[in-house]
């Protein structure tokens, strides 16, 4: 798959990190698997993370197909 056949999907954070598509709807059948941001550490409700390195960006499924790279929002 090509970056030119990837739909254009985003990553909401807020309320809950979820798949949106271009008119900011909701993506049936999608997960948010992995979401990085740049820097070493943030705080989560679990404390410290350490392991979010990287440009901002997000893992996901939608269906049975993995897409990386996609912003968020």
Do not use: W
Request: hydrophobic share 45%.
């Amino acid at each position: 798959m090509t970056n030119s056949d990837i739909p254009a999907f985003r990553v909401q954070l807020l309320p809950a990190p979820m798949v949106i598509d271009a008119d900011g709807l909701p993506v049936a059948n999608s997960h948010v698997v992995e979401i990085v941001f740049p820097g070493d550490t943030i705080d989560t409700t679990l404390g410290k993370v350490n392991t979010i390195v990287g440009p901002g960006t997000a893992k996901i499924i939608v269906e049975d197909a993995t897409y990386r790279g996609i912003s968020l929002c």
